[in-house]
């Protein structure tokens, strides 16, 4: 069992950086990939980040290549998400997520998935 707990969600300007983190329980966490999804009011959820369970990969959702950076410190169980040059579009619920993979591959959908956190509101005022 894996508990999440998002923090770092808050109203920025358009153009600002957050950085988001999840922090996991149980001593397991290295053997778990990480996502990072969101969420926007009336949208789907849909998937903005995933990394590796040794960070050796990573993988991110177009709208956020180049602005966005996932990172993970298993010593502190926690993985981050550092957003930059945040758009209003932006805005939206942001969960984290974890899988078990033996394999890296970018696990993108959400079916994937065997544990998630509340969610963190993010807001972009433009």
């Known amino acids: 069992q894996v508990q999440l707990v998002e923090s770092g969600g808050e109203l920025v300007q358009a153009g600002g950086s957050l950085r988001l983190s999840c922090a996991a329980s149980g001593r397991t966490f290295s053997s778990y990939a990480m996502g990072w999804f969101r969420q926007a009011p009336g949208k789907e959820r849909q998937f903005v980040a995933a990394i590796s369970r040794s960070a050796g990969g990573t993988d991110y959702a177009d709208s956020v290549k180049g602005r966005f950076t996932i990172s993970r410190d298993n010593a502190k169980n926690t993985v981050y998400l550092q957003m930059n040059s945040l758009k209003p579009e932006d805005t939206a619920v942001y969960y984290c997520?974890?899988?078990?993979?033996?394999?890296?591959?970018?696990?993108?959908?959400?079916?994937?998935?065997?544990?998630w956190g509340q969610g963190t509101q993010v807001t972009v005022s433009s």
């Open positions: 997520a974890a899988v078990l993979l033996l394999v890296w591959a970018p696990p993108r959908l959400e079916s994937k998935y065997n544990y």
